[in-house]
């Protein structure tokens, strides 16, 4: 049975269920395991950022978790500012004490939600988000979590997202969930892939590609690009 969006898990559950989990998810190999194609999509998405928004000095990590993209994009443009933004404030702290050692720049922490939070708009060159978004439930919800991100980017930056994400047609989305639901038996056997997908269909409301790529044009980006997508996973983002 699906779940109704008013049922799913609240910010305080995914934070409590995140506080229990930073060891893993300092790991890219544990912490991603149940996401097809995690490095690859770390790699396209801070080259993407890199390449897109090279002279880059403030970077804003959404849902930084234990930092694994932060350090990822230290490592292509080293010394940003780094904001480090999260529910978790046990994932707030390692990923603090990872990325301090990876750059001279000043390192912000935040634990919130960025639906609620206040920051200062055009201050961030690169705007990053690794597997948060589909915590976002009503189109409204959505549609206003864009627009802020849009508004906090300078003229130019850029913002680059990694999640899992659905398909409008039925019959498609049926068959990548298919597909899914195969790689996670793989991984880890028919317990595994029911324990993953019964916490999805708790915890996530993930939307299309097509339909994030037309809000970002709606809320005002000029250019968007697709840089990877397999079965339920997608890399891609927009340029301010």
Request: charged share 25%.
């Amino acid at each position: 049975m699906t779940i109704a969006l008013h049922e799913k898990s609240s910010p305080k559950e995914i934070e409590e269920r995140f506080n229990q989990d930073v060891d893993r998810f300092s790991n890219l190999d544990t912490g991603q395991l149940s996401t097809i194609d995690a490095p690859l999509c770390l790699e396209l998405m801070t080259a993407a950022a890199q390449y897109a928004t090279p002279k880059a000095t403030h970077l804003l990590d959404l849902g930084c978790g234990a930092g694994n993209f932060t350090l990822k994009m230290l490592s292509r443009i080293p010394d940003l500012n780094c904001t480090l933004l999260d529910l978790s404030y046990p994932m707030l702290e390692r990923a603090q004490q990872r990325v301090k050692p990876e750059t001279k720049g000043e390192i912000t922490t935040i634990q919130g939600d960025i639906r609620e939070v206040n920051l200062q708009e055009e201050r961030f060159d690169i705007i990053l988000a690794g597997a948060v978004l589909h915590h976002l439930r009503e189109e409204a919800e959505w549609e206003a979590v864009f627009q802020k991100l849009y508004n906090l980017l300078t003229p130019g930056g850029s913002f680059w997202i990694s999640d899992l994400v659905v398909h409008d047609d039925p019959g498609i989305h049926q068959l990548f969930w298919s597909r899914y639901a195969d790689y996670l038996t793989g991984v880890g056997g028919e317990d595994y892939r029911d324990h993953v997908l019964a916490y999805i269909e708790k915890e996530d409301s993930p939307r299309s590609v097509t339909f994030q790529l037309d809000l970002l044009r709606r809320v005002g980006f000029k250019h968007t690009e697709i840089l990877h997508k397999n079965a339920c996973f997608a890399a891609f983002g927009a340029i301010k």
